[in-house]
């Protein structure tokens, strides 16, 4: 399945599309190429990161960035001019002279990339403004791109572009009022910094004008308006602008929280504390057949009942206040591979409870967390039982 099925040979709208935060221009379809290519736009602040690596796992695109093209590819370049120690060389070749890169050469890096990648992919997010200062200063990538562009066309057509705007209002803000607090603490990268933000976001926005222009005048250019700070709700545009504007199927999802709640204390607790938006509560005894009395069958039952809806849903409270789940049936041994985390100081040292936006406002002092792979995490209450807690995420993990 993922993207390389289930394309439409036209899905054009003939018309614009404006859904609240999202704007699809009328020309934006699947047709018959070999390559699906989106060209994707996102200055600082955009989250376009989260966004992205989203789009990777769900959809199964493979990801190429210019700016990584650029810079394995400049020493290379640059050998037969110079010897290069490190990236200070190279920025000082470029200030000096910089002719050295050229829009052309770029293009032709990425459709290098795009025929050696062919073969076991299809689907293509091209990030080609980079986001190194002194490459976004480069005149190649301020001037007007039109004719570049069209040669590119002409050997790989693009679908569209994708453009994660945030407005700068909204930076000044977010600084604001980091400025006027006395509680928040910042981190040191660039991100964190508003005020350098606001400057790299001006830098952006002078290199993706041309490129913007570009795909409006095509209409083939969607806009996803991020300057809001429901992270999730952006995410369930994106994705619904793939699974039913352009008919991709997703291969999985990306990451779901799953809460088990015994008792009706920590099920208050968590909806209190929890967006309705983002947050499904699901009782247990609702989705699990009257018939199956093998709790671990049950309990696949629910993770399947989970994950046909993990694609629009993060977060799942599961109530099993009701009694019906005997832990004392469980009798699965959970063996190995399941990662317990105790306590959740490792959470903030990992910055898990930060990337998933939606989590940092729940109050999960009462609970312990097993991470079943990379994008499943599993919450019981620390009054449960460390085994009942294993043998139910081994059921669900099978």
């Known amino acids: 399945m993922g993207c390389s099925s289930s394309f439409p040979a036209s899905a054009s709208t003939n018309q614009l599309v404006k859904t609240g935060q999202m704007i699809i221009g009328k020309n934006v379809h699947i047709g018959s190429q070999k390559a699906k290519i989106f060209f994707l736009f996102g200055g600082p602040g955009s989250c376009k990161g989260r966004i992205v690596h989203d789009i990777l796992s769900v959809f199964r695109f493979k990801l190429i960035s210019a700016e990584e093209l650029i810079i394995k590819s400049l020493p290379r370049k640059l050998a037969n001019v110079i010897s290069l120690d490190d990236m200070n060389d190279i920025m000082q070749i470029i200030r000096t002279d910089p002719k050295h890169i050229t829009l052309n050469w770029v293009f032709s890096l990425i459709i290098r990339e795009i ?199 993060r977060y799942f409270i599961i109530d099993l206040t009701d009694g019906k789940l005997k832990s004392t049936s469980i009798k699965e041994n959970p063996g190995s591979g399941i990662m317990f985390t105790d306590s959740l100081i490792e959470f903030d040292k990992d910055n898990i409870i930060e990337r998933r936006n939606g989590m940092s406002s729940m109050d999960l002092t009462n609970f312990k967390a097993f991470y079943l792979t990379n994008n499943e995490i599993l919450f019981f209450p620390r009054t449960i039982d460390l085994e009942i807690c294993r043998r139910i995420a081994f059921c669900i993990k099978k």
């Open 115 to 313: 025929e050696s990648l062919l073969t076991h992919h299809d689907c293509f997010l091209v990030d080609v403004i980079p986001n190194m200062r002194f490459l976004l200063r480069h005149p190649e990538f301020v001037k007007d791109c039109l004719q570049e562009m069209e040669e590119f066309e002409k050997q790989w057509p693009i679908v569209c572009g994708i453009s994660f705007n945030i407005k700068e209002n909204v930076i000044k803000t977010r600084d604001n009022r980091v400025k006027g607090s006395t509680t928040v603490t910042l981190s040191q990268s660039d991100e964190a910094d508003m005020s350098k933000t606001q400057r790299r976001l001006a830098l952006y926005q002078g290199c993706v004008k041309n490129f913007i222009t570009y795909f409006k005048s095509s209409d083939r250019l969607i806009t996803f308006d991020v300057s809001g700070k429901d992270q999730e709700a952006t995410w369930n545009q994106v994705s619904n602008f793939f699974t039913q504007n352009l008919n991709f199927d997703p291969i999985k999802h990306s990451y779901i929280v799953m809460f088990f709640c015994f008792d009706t204390g920590d099920l208050q607790n968590l909806n209190n504390t929890s967006s309705d938006a983002n947050v499904d509560v699901i009782k247990f005894s609702d989705i699990t057949s009257e018939n199956n009395s093998r709790v671990d069958q049950q309990l696949r039952d629910l993770y399947q009942h989970i994950i046909r809806r993990a694609l629009h849903r």
